[in-house]
C-alpha cells in the first residue's frame, strides 16, 4: 500500500479533515485511489474502504476521460493543477464537480496527487434558472421549431411558446403533463417505446439522438399536424436530466411534396396522368393478374394545327379532347385516361376477361368519338379525326407490351386510312429489336409455352401446341406477332425453330416417362426452316436425343406461300422434307385451314395429317349460317381424306356444342386452356357426356 501521511493517520487530525465541507481524495500514480475523506464518501455515495486501491477511471464519465488523463499528466509538474470540471459517477446518477488538484512529491516513492471535489450541479442549475441571457431567451421564444424538456417520467417539464403558438396548447395544462399526450392515438406507442428504449440501451452516459416523424394534436386543425421529432437524450446529464426534444412542423413539406409527386406524375398541360404514371398503373393491375383493356390515340395532322393557329390552339385541342376523353371514360369504373405524350393518349381499365375484346372495343369506340364533334378556337370550329387501335393482356403480361401492341394497331388503321402500307411497328423499332434478337436465344429469353389440344366432348387433353415467346428484359412477355417477322429477316428463325423443338420434344417425352400421359406435340416451323434440305436429319436427332416417339410430333407449317400450289406443280424441294418426315413417322399440319383455295390443293399435293380450322370461321359457327356450313364442309372434307381436324379459336361453350353437333372432335382455344410455360394435365374440366344428337364422330381414331 502506498504510503500515506501521518496526519491522515492521527484520530484528532482524520476527525478534523472528515469535517471538512469539500471532498477530498488522494491518488498514486498508477491512478488508483487510496485515501479519500468522509465528505467524498458521501459525494460518490460508497463506504470508506470500499473504492480504496481502485481505479479513479471508474468514477468519470467516458467522455471526460481524455481530459482528466492530460490534467493527471501536466500537474505533476506544477505546483497546483488548474480546476476542472468533470462527471463522476454517484448513486444519484452522473454529478458535475469542480476538481482541483495538487502534486504532493513526499508523499509515498513517487508522490500522490492530493485533490478536492466540489460538486457543482445545484450552482450549475442555479446559474442556468438566473442567467440573464435576454439574447438567447428571444431567440427560443420566437423559434419556429418547437423545444420540450421531457423527463425520465415521460412528463413534460418545460416548453417553448412556439408549442402553444402553433398548435394552441394551454401551457398550464401541458406543463407537468405526459408528452404522449400532446401526440395522436395511433403513434403514442411509437413515440413511449422509442422513450423507453433509449433509457434502457443508452446507459453508459453518451448523448444519443434519434428522429421521428409523428402526428401531433393540434386544438385550432381537425387533422393532427405532421412533426419531425429529434429526441437528444440527455437523461445522464446532471442538468438537464431529462430528453429534449425539438420538433420541426412538416405540413408545408408535405404540401410541397405532394405538388412535387403530382408534377412528376401528370401532363403540365391537360393534368392528366401522364406516361410514368400510366405505366405504373398498367404494372400494378398486370401484377395482381388482372385483364387489362386498353385503347391508344393519336390525332391525325395535328402539326398542321399548330403550324396554321400557333401553339396556343393546339394546346387549347389537346385540352378540349383531354376533358372529352375524362367524360366519355367514367362509364368505365377505375379507367386511367392518360396523355402518352405529344398528340397521343391512352385510355385503360380492368375488365373480365370474357369480355375483354369487346372491351377494348368499347375504349377504342369512346377514343373515336372524342373528336366527332367540332372543337371550337378563337378562329372557328375545328374538326379533326383521330386514328385509335386497341388491345388486352389476354397474351400480354407486360404493360410495355400491351402498349406498343395498340400503337402498333394504331398505326395500321392510320397508314390504311391514308391508303399507304400497314406496318407492324416504326422502322426504329424494328432496328431496336432486330438487335436485341441477337443473342436472345443464348441469353435464356426466348421461352416456349404450351396450349392443350382438347377432345371437345371428353376435355381430355390429346395434345399441346409449343408456342414461343420473347421474355424480353425490358417490355416483357413478346408474342410471337411482335418479333417472327423480324427473326426472318435477319436469319435467326432457324434458330428460333430448332430451340422451341428441342425444348417442347424434351418436355413432352419427360412427361409421357414420369406419367404415361401421351401427348401429342404440334411444333411450329417456318417456311424457310422447312425448305432446308437437313430439316429431317435434324428432327431425327431431336426426337433421338430427347426419346420422344416419332408419331407423337406433328409440325405444323404457319406459312402459306409454302402451300400456294405453282402451275407446274407442288414444291420439289418442301415435297422432298415432307416425304422424309414421313417415313420418320412424323406427322405434318396445316393452320388456318380454309382460309384460301391453296391451302384445299395443299391437301392434294402434299402428305398431310392434320387442318387446323382458321379461327374465323369457328367465331360464328353457332350464330352465323355461312360459318357453320364452311366449317361443316372442311370437316367433311378432312373425314373424308382421313385427316384429323382441330378447331382453333374456341372461346365459348356454345361453339363447343355447334362443333360437336357438326361432327368436330378437337378443338384449341382460351376456353379450353390459355398457354402456359407448364405442360398442363390430363383434363381441363369435367367430362360433358355425349351431345344432345348422341351421334359419335367420323375420323375419331384415323390420323390422330
Avoid at 492521527?10 to 485515501?35: E, F, G, R, Y
Wanted: proline residues 5%; negative net charge.
Amino acid at each position: 500500500m502506498s504510503q500515506l501521511p501521518s496526519i491522515v493517520t492521527n484520530t484528532w487530525a482524520q476527525t478534523s479533515i472528515d469535517c471538512a465541507p469539500d471532498a477530498l481524495i488522494m491518488v498514486a500514480p498508477d491512478l488508483s485511489l487510496v485515501w479519500a475523506n468522509e465528505a467524498a464518501e458521501q459525494l460518490l455515495g460508497w463506504p470508506r474502504g470500499e473504492r480504496l486501491q481502485r481505479s479513479i477511471v471508474d468514477l468519470l464519465h467516458p467522455e471526460d476521460l481524455t481530459l482528466a488523463g492530460l490534467a493527471f499528466g501536466t500537474v505533476q509538474d506544477k505546483e497546483m493543477g488548474a480546476p476542472l470540471e468533470l462527471r463522476v459517477a454517484t448513486p444519484r446518477g452522473w454529478v458535475l464537480v469542480e476538481i482541483v488538484g495538487r502534486w504532493a512529491k513526499h508523499l509515498g516513492e513517487h508522490g500522490m496527487l492530493v485533490a478536492s471535489l466540489r460538486d457543482l450541479t445545484q450552482r450549475r442549475r442555479w446559474d442556468l434558472a438566473t442567467r440573464d441571457d435576454e439574447q438567447l431567451r428571444r431567440l427560443v421564444d420566437h423559434a419556429d421549431s418547437v423545444t420540450i424538456l421531457v423527463g425520465v417520467d415521460g412528463c413534460v417539464m418545460s416548453h417553448s411558446p412556439a408549442l402553444t403558438r402553433q398548435l394552441g396548447h394551454d401551457p398550464e395544462v401541458v406543463q407537468g403533463g405526459a408528452v404522449a399526450d400532446l401526440v395522436v392515438a395511433h403513434d403514442r406507442a411509437a413515440l413511449t417505446a422509442l422513450l423507453d428504449g433509449m433509457l434502457s440501451r443508452h446507459s453508459d452516459g453518451m448523448v444519443h439522438r434519434q428522429t421521428i416523424e409523428l402526428g401531433l394534436i393540434s386544438t385550432r386543425r381537425p387533422d393532427p399536424v405532421p412533426y419531425e421529432l429529434t429526441i437528444v437524450d440527455l437523461h445522464s446529464d446532471p442538468i438537464v436530466g431529462g430528453f429534449v426534444i425539438t420538433a420541426h412542423d412538416l405540413s408545408r413539406l408535405r404540401v410541397a411534396q405532394r405538388a412535387l409527386e403530382h408534377q412528376a406524375l401528370h401532363d403540365e398541360l391537360t393534368d392528366l396522368p401522364n406516361r410514368r404514371m400510366l405505366m405504373r398503373q398498367l404494372q400494378t393491375w398486370l401484377g395482381e393478374g388482372r385483364c387489362v383493356a386498353l385503347a391508344f390515340l393519336d390525332i391525325d395532322r395535328f402539326k398542321p394545327v399548330n403550324d396554321l393557329f400557333g401553339h396556343e390552339a393546339g394546346d387549347t385541342v389537346l385540352r378540349a379532347l383531354a376533358d372529352r376523353l375524362l367524360d366519355g371514360a367514367a362509364r368505365f369504373r377505375g379507367a386511367i385516361v392518360a396523355r402518352h405524350g405529344g398528340d397521343e393518349f391512352v385510355v385503360a381499365t380492368c375488365v373480365d376477361e370474357d369480355t375483354a375484346p369487346m372491351s377494348a372495343a368499347l375504349l377504342a369506340g369512346l377514343l373515336g368519338d372524342a373528336l366527332r364533334l367540332p372543337i371550337r378556337l378563337p378562329v372557328g370550329p375545328l374538326q379533326l379525326s383521330a386514328s385509335v387501335g386497341a388491345a388486352t393482356s389476354l397474351e400480354l403480361n407486360d404493360a410495355e407490351a400491351l402498349i406498343a401492341a395498340a400503337d402498333a394497331q394504331m398505326y395500321v388503321h392510320k397508314r390504311a386510312s391514308r391508303g399507304a402500307p400497314t406496318l407492324d411497328s416504326t422502322v426504329d423499332t424494328r432496328r431496336e429489336l432486330a438487335e436485341e434478337l441477337v443473342g436472345a436465344v443464348a441469353r435464356g429469353e426466348i421461352v416456349v409455352y404450351y396450349q392443350p389440344i382438347v377432345d371437345l366432348r371428353t376435355r381430355e387433353i390429346e395434345g399441346v401446341e409449343a408456342l414461343v415467346r420473347w421474355q424480353h428484359p425490358k417490355r416483357g412477355l413478346l408474342a410471337p406477332a411482335a418479333f417472327l417477322s423480324i427473326a426472318q429477316d435477319i436469319g435467326l428463325d432457324r434458330e428460333i425453330d430448332l430451340f422451341v423443338l428441342e425444348t417442347a420434344c424434351r418436355a413432352v417425352a419427360e412427361r409421357i416417362r414420369d406419367s404415361d400421359q401421351h401427348l401429342k406435340l404440334t411444333v411450329n416451323i417456318s417456311a424457310d426452316h422447312l425448305a432446308d434440305v437437313d430439316v429431317p436429319t435434324t428432327v431425327a436427332r431431336v426426337l433421338d436425343k430427347s426419346g420422344l416417339p416419332a408419331h407423337l410430333l406433328w409440325l405444323e407449317i404457319t406459312e402459306h406461300a409454302v402451300l400456294q400450289q405453282p402451275s407446274h406443280g407442288p414444291d420439289t424441294t418442301v415435297l422432298a422434307a415432307f416425304d422424309k418426315l414421313n417415313r420418320l413417322g412424323v406427322r405434318l399440319a396445316i393452320d388456318d385451314f380454309g382460309t384460301g383455295f391453296s391451302s384445299l390443293a395443299s391437301l392434294v399435293s402434299y402428305p398431310i395429317n392434320m387442318v387446323k380450322i382458321d379461327r374465323s370461321f369457328v367465331e360464328g359457327v353457332e350464330s352465323e349460317q355461312r360459318s357453320a356450313a364452311m366449317v361443316e364442309a372442311l370437316l367433311a372434307l378432312s373425314h373424308r381424306l382421313d385427316i384429323t381436324a382441330v378447331a382453333e379459336g374456341v372461346e365459348r361453350e356454345e361453339q363447343v356444342d355447334e362443333l360437336i353437333e357438326l361432327g368436330c372432335r378437337l378443338g384449341q382455344g382460351f376456353l379450353l386452356g390459355r398457354p402456359s410455360p407448364q405442360l398442363p394435365g390430363a383434363l381441363v374440366r369435367s367430362p360433358l357426356g355425349p351431345n344432345s344428337s348422341g351421334r359419335y364422330f367420323p375420323g375419331s381414331t384415323k390420323a390422330s
